[in-house]
């Protein structure tokens, strides 16, 4: 069974750019999560998808936005690229049922120049 | 909300020994603590997982303890091996692990041949 996907690997960006990250979640998995690890800030929760709607948002400005797909795929958009967006953005995958665990892609690792 | 605090932030075994990492957490209404190890370059992996309604979980060479009462919980690894070297983090979660995740800040555990 494949785990979760995330693409690109790597992105180097500008400040006041736009992006777009996109994670797969393992098959039969209905709820995606995206967190943000910046180096020295730990894992940080960013947003939760389930059956394509927005069900929780962490602390972080309305720039970062995403949307989840029919087929339970994700995006993760960031407008106005600042340089503390540079981290690794991780997705996470959930099986709808109850007292089921998060399952982490590898992550795409953003840099800001 | 949510604060999980995680100790130590560096481990250093001799191959062989335990290793036992701590986590306290804030929000009485937690009731999931995954465990995730995360190894350079990858995304977290989990470990192992506790409910609030198990005060004793154990997986092979790995358990993990939950003390509702003084809110914390532990990951005991014995016999460690250089393979489990590593940054592990510890999280807390509510709503039947449906809910985001809030983790602690990692440790980095070395383990020396």
């Known amino acids: 069974e494949a785990g979760v996907t995330q693409s690109p690997t790597h992105l180097i960006k500008t400040r006041g750019q736009q992006v777009t990250l996109r994670c797969s979640p393992i098959?039969?998995?209905?709820?995606v999560y995206w967190y943000q690890q910046a180096l020295g800030l730990g894992l940080q929760f960013l947003l939760w998808?389930?059956?394509?709607?927005?069900?929780n948002r962490g602390n972080f400005p309305p720039r970062f936005s995403g949307r989840q797909f029919p087929n339970y795929s994700s995006e993760l958009n960031v407008n106005a690229l600042e340089l503390e967006d540079s981290a690794l953005y991780l997705c996470?995958?959930?099986?709808?049922?109850?007292?089921?665990?998060?399952?982490f892609g590898d992550g795409t690792r953003l840099s800001i120049l | 909300g949510e604060n999980v605090e995680q100790h130590p932030s560096t481990l250093s075994v001799q191959e062989g020994d335990s290793a036992v990492i701590k986590c306290t957490y804030s929000?009485?209404?937690?009731?999931?603590f995954p465990w995730y190890k995360q190894e350079l370059g990858k995304g977290p992996q989990l470990i192992i997982d506790?409910?609030?309604?198990?005060g004793e979980k154990k997986d092979q060479r790995i358990a993990v303890t939950l003390n509702k009462t003084a809110k914390h919980f532990s990951l005991h690894i014995t016999e460690t091996q250089p393979e489990d070297s590593a940054v592990y983090f510890c999280?807390?979660?509510?709503?039947?692990?449906?809910?985001?995740?809030?983790f602690g800040g990692g440790t980095r555990v070395l383990v020396k041949p």
């Open positions: 999280a807390a979660s509510k709503g039947a692990a449906g809910n985001k995740l809030t």
């Open positions: 996470a995958s959930r099986a709808g049922r109850n007292n089921q665990p998060q399952h």
């Open positions: 998808y389930d059956e394509g709607e927005e069900r």
């Open positions: 098959s039969g998995h209905t709820s």
């Open positions: 506790i409910r609030s309604n198990v």
């Open positions: 929000d009485s209404a937690s009731n999931y």
